[in-house]
């Protein structure tokens, strides 16, 4: 079987190389936008399911795809719009735990299988200095609750419950568990 990822997301494309998979990159194309009320891990479990869907497939390929958020005090963070949008969240963040949510969603020719893992992170009590900060690297734009714990805003991090790469935005022992049936990684 080829596995196909349908993800833009280089840090996505960086995990499953390090645990050994190879595979070929197609972007899934679609709208992230939340629906009115929709929760967090409802949002990524159907965004998943749209992205894999998205993606052509043909006999003998495995589409993975996967979504990621973050939710603090019940409201959905995804990529901010701006560097004023990304401070706006890391105020929000401040002090607080939040959780990450990673849809993934395996096809292939018997079907789907979904899966939603989450972890909860928490943050520092973070100055307007240390925000202006990060928000000037530019690390924020492009990712989830405006932040990528692999990169300056580990500094940030007090606290992780569950698994790491689930936020830097694929859980690596959940796809394995699914790809093992299918696929096996490089030796």
Not at 13 to 35: I, K, M, Q, S, W
Not at 88 to 101: D, W
Request: aromatic residues 6%.
């Amino acid at each position: 079987m080829r596995l196909i990822l349908a993800s833009s997301s280089p840090r996505r494309a960086t995990l499953l190389t390090a645990v050994g998979y190879t595979f070929e990159v197609r972007v899934a194309d679609v709208d992230e936008t939340p629906h009115p009320g929709e929760t967090g891990e409802a949002l990524v479990r159907r965004l998943a399911e749209v992205k894999a869907r998205a993606v052509a497939c043909a006999p003998g390929e495995l589409i993975l795809a996967a979504d990621t958020t973050v939710v603090c005090e019940g409201v959905i963070l995804n990529k901010p719009e701006d560097e004023a949008d990304a401070a706006a969240m890391l105020r929000r963040l401040s002090g607080r735990p939040h959780e990450v949510y990673t849809g993934v969603t395996l096809r292939h020719g018997g079907g789907e299988e979904s899966l939603v893992e989450r972890t909860t992170v928490w943050f520092a009590s973070l100055s307007e200095e240390e925000i202006a900060w990060y928000v000037g690297s530019g690390e924020p734009l492009g990712k989830a609750g405006g932040y990528g714990i692999q990169g300056r805003a580990s500094r940030f991090v007090t606290r992780v419950d569950g698994s790491y790469p689930n936020v830097v935005g694929l859980p690596v022992a959940q796809v394995a568990k699914l790809l093992a049936k299918y696929v096996q990684p490089a030796s």
